[in-house]
């Protein structure tokens, strides 16, 4: 529970920014839904930007699956 400043704010108990990875800086949005409105984590990056490049290379589709399964 958290009570509202004189200015707005808030402040989002550990245990929920833990949970949903809120840090300093983060930015939240608060959806409005028929129950109330929900707190979520803005999200400003492509989730899958990071493997990005990950599978570039000169094998075929076939060597690279027999590389990735481990086969020999």
């Known amino acids: 529970m958290s009570k509202v400043t004189s ?9 929920v ?3 949903l990875g809120i840090e300093a800086g983060d930015e939240v949005v608060f959806e409005e839904t028929d129950d109330g409105y929900v707190l979520r984590k803005r999200v400003t990056e492509n989730p899958f930007e990071k493997w990005r490049g990950a599978a570039d290379t000169d094998a075929t589709v076939s ?3 027999t590389e990735l399964r481990g086969e020999r």
């Not at 200015?7 to 245990?15: E, N």
């Open 7 to 15: 200015k707005g704010q808030v402040t989002i108990p550990k245990p």
């Open 17 to 19: 920014r833990d949970r």
């Open 63 to 65: 060597e690279r699956m």
